[in-house]
């Protein structure tokens, strides 16, 4: 009778500490900032690429944080920031509402700041430059790709999100900005006063280079996969072929991606009936965009890389080398292989998650390694006045392979 009565509390007492481990209210009772959050969370554990979450219990984190006070949306905001950070994914981030639409514009209108595509390190942990926006305050001012910036107007930036550093470098047109930034390859520490102003996203430049060679080369400079890239560069493909272009050279330098559609979408302007990217989601489920017949050119391409070429422009340059279209001019690039995705929540705010990786059609998996370039042509950074000059070896090097 005693064993019995023994065996009977176990169950019980077992089943008392997991209802007290996995309480939470219930649905009926949560708070504004309780269903914030949880929505947060579910984002998160429905769509982030680690299934493991970093080798954590999402779920048991899940309650630690519902048991909290979550009394307003500052504490809330606070939650959210705190739960991604244990992803230790600097790709994936909470969003504040005027982040999250200054996010939405970067990549399809225009924006007013300094112009600097940013990142974090994910070895080092700092706030490093990708690449300066063609003709921006930042790249008239010199500020070049890899420069760690280590303040904004005196806040130390290792206390900063990719977004607050962001936020801190936007401002109106006429207002300055202090940035102090280290230069990596030499270590000197460089302090730049910027004026603010209005960043033209137009994607594409364009001209028929007839001195150079005695082919007519059509240039296209691609600085940006925003919203609008595919027709433009379409576009510009198309004036250049009626002006008598016989062979292109494709400008991929400085460009930090942007847009993964833009980037499938280009790379649908030069090839036909070709693999472009496979994506790998966190079941390990293999899938592609490919080409169809839609090339615009046959012509002879070469496309020039370094190490601000990143994200959709990794993605564009593997397709084009992996299939054999074009030749990579330049230096190894950025190696950004991961892709997130832009969730909205309730109160206008939003998520970037990362959801997936992806490999070039040869199943290469660039991340942290970057792309390694036909034809290696090292150069100090040029301004964008000495683009295709003299100055330009790595343009001078695509002229030669297509003469």
Known sequence: MGQRAFRTVIPIFISAILAWL??????TAFTEEQKLF????RIVNQAYIDDTFNHQNWWLLRQKFMQRSLDDRT??????REMLATLDDPFTRFLEPQQYRSLKVNTSGELSGVGLQIDIDPDSGQLEVVSPIAGSPAEQAGVEPRDRILEIDGRDTSQLTLDEAANRMRGKPGTSVA?????????????????RDRISLSPVAANLDTQTSTTPIGYLRLSQFSANATQELASAIGD?????AKAYILDLRNNPGGLLQAGVEVARLWLNNKTIVYTVNRQGVLDSFDAAQSALTKAPLVVLVNQGTAS???????????????????????GKGLIQSLFELPDDSGLAVTVAKYETPNHKDIHKLGIAPDRVVPQDPISLSQVGTEADKQYQAAVQLLS
Do not use: H, M
């Open 179 to 195: 940035l102090t930034i280290e230069r990596p390859r030499n270590g000197a520490v460089k302090r730049f006063e910027i004026v």
């Open 75 to 80: 504490q809330t905001y606070a939650a959210i």
């Open 22 to 27: 996995c309480w939470v209210p219930s649905a």
């Open 38 to 41: 949880l929505q947060s969370w």
């Open 312 to 334: 959709a422009s990794e993605i564009l340059a593997g397709a084009l080398q992996d299939n054999e279209r074009a030749q990579l001019v330049g230096e190894r690039t950025f």
């Open 240 to 244: 250049l072929e009626k002006r008598g």
